[in-house]
């Protein structure tokens, strides 16, 4: 087994676990890598992807292990592992000065990463609507969340995971609970698709993952510039215990505020997300 392998869009992992991932472009372009948010999947990114392609750049996701097309494990849902696996994947494809963008979970993921494994292959990143710092309330976190509100998501989860996987795009997500919320129902149906796409054992214990995880440390290393994006109605993780930390721990961090935005604002107002990544990748 050789860790890094590729092999018909699959790296292997230091464990043997197969990760599924995209790779468009020209290979000498400048490289962004999107990571997903839970229990979605490299899909998640289709508005991000094409438009930045059609700039030019050479663009690369991922499905967590899992989630999507990736091995569905029963082990190492959890962020140490997340992190090991996306420099299997830039390893893999030999990637260089790559530009990092993280979506809630993924935004998690890619704090680990550059925390874990240093940024002498990264060139800049961003946290959109991502969960760190950290998410549950704890005495040093009391702003957070309470532990019984990621203990119900897994009950939700455990008892009915297709029927849980209609409410949270439905609602929250996309903020389509809204009063005047322009509902969607193929972003719903494509939500549904992507998270019955995994494995329930991954989902399950990714929760703890994105949830549970501290950052702090992380993200206090991460010496390149991030742009830390929110939108302040975002009901799935609040921006007060999540971007507004977070762009405080950065040593080199820049927090840019969406008034009324949802939590998957990257689809919901593609427009708007996509020009101001690229003004920050242009910078």
Not at 8 to 31: E, H, N
Not at 51 to 57: E, I, K, S
Not at 230 to 257: E, F
Request: hydrophobic share 40%.
């Amino acid at each position: 087994m050789t860790i890094g392998k590729t092999e018909d869009g699959f790296v292997t992992a230091k464990d043997g676990v197969s990760i599924y991932y995209k790779d468009w472009g020209p290979r000498d372009a400048q490289t962004i890598m999107f990571h997903h948010g839970w229990p979605l999947t490299a899909d998640d990114w289709d508005a991000q992807m094409l438009f930045f392609l059609n700039q030019g750049y050479r663009v690369v996701a991922h499905d967590r292990r899992g989630h999507g097309r990736s091995t569905q494990t029963a082990t190492g849902n959890e962020m140490d592992t997340y992190a090991d696996d996306v420099l299997a994947v830039v390893t893999g494809l030999e990637l260089k000065n790559v530009f990092h963008v993280g979506h809630s979970t993924g935004g998690g993921e890619v704090s680990r990463y550059l925390g874990r494994h240093g940024t002498s292959r990264a060139g800049k990143a961003v946290l959109l609507g991502a969960v760190p710092p950290i998410m549950v309330k704890t005495e040093a976190n009391p702003g957070g969340l309470p532990l019984e509100v990621f203990d119900g998501f897994r009950a939700a989860l455990a008892a009915n995971r297709a029927q849980f996987f209609r409410d949270i795009p439905s609602g929250p997500f996309y903020g389509f609970n809204r009063d005047g919320a322009q509902v969607s129902q193929g972003v719903i149906d494509n939500w549904w698709r992507q998270g019955m796409m995994g494995g329930t054992k991954a989902h399950y214990d990714c929760i703890k993952a994105f949830s549970e995880t501290d950052f702090t440390e992380d993200l206090k290393k991460i010496d390149i510039p991030v742009l830390v994006m929110h939108g302040d109605d975002d009901q799935i993780v609040p921006i007060a215990d999540s971007a507004l930390l977070s762009s405080k721990l950065l040593p080199k961090g820049t927090l840019k505020v969406y008034k009324g935005f949802p939590h998957g604002m990257a689809t919901t107002h593609a427009e708007t997300i996509n020009a101001d990544l690229l003004a920050f990748f242009k910078a």
